[in-house]
């Protein structure tokens, strides 16, 4: 039996999907939602960031759209997936500004913060 750390795990239970890799996501820059002790800010969201997402989050404190090179950050336009962090996208839902989900991408951690149920109302991958 694989141990907690060898397999991240989805909202379902099950091994967790890559959320995206254009532009380079996660935590560990590994395109998942992947977490563990360090990541303080459970980036474990897997979501499709729009318009008024970006617009809410930079008047919230965290500009996502303007590059940073330095830190070799692209900035997030319409459209992109990006691992958010669980207490960022509850303030956003909150807010009526929630981005859309990948629930096969996102983190079972999330469920500590974020309800299936309200994760599930903002789905893409629900049919």
């Known amino acids: 039996m694989a141990e907690d750390n060898e397999v991240q795990r989805n909202v379902f239970g099950e091994p967790l999907a890559e959320c ?16 563990g002790p360090e990541d303080f800010g459970v980036h474990t969201v897997c979501t499709s960031v729009d318009a008024d997402f970006l617009a809410f989050s930079r008047a919230a404190g965290n500009d996502l759209s303007t590059p940073l090179p330095a830190a070799g950050f692209p900035g997030l336009k319409p459209g992109d997936c990006w691992c958010l962090c669980a207490a960022r996208w509850m303030e956003a839902f909150e807010a009526g500004k929630a981005p859309r989900v990948r629930l096969t991408a996102t983190h079972e951690a999330t469920l500590e913060i974020v309800p299936l149920d309200l994760l599930k109302k903002h789905a893409l991958d629900l049919s």
């Open 20 to 35: 995206c890799s254009k532009p380079m996501t996660g935590f560990y820059r590994t395109g998942s939602c992947e977490t």
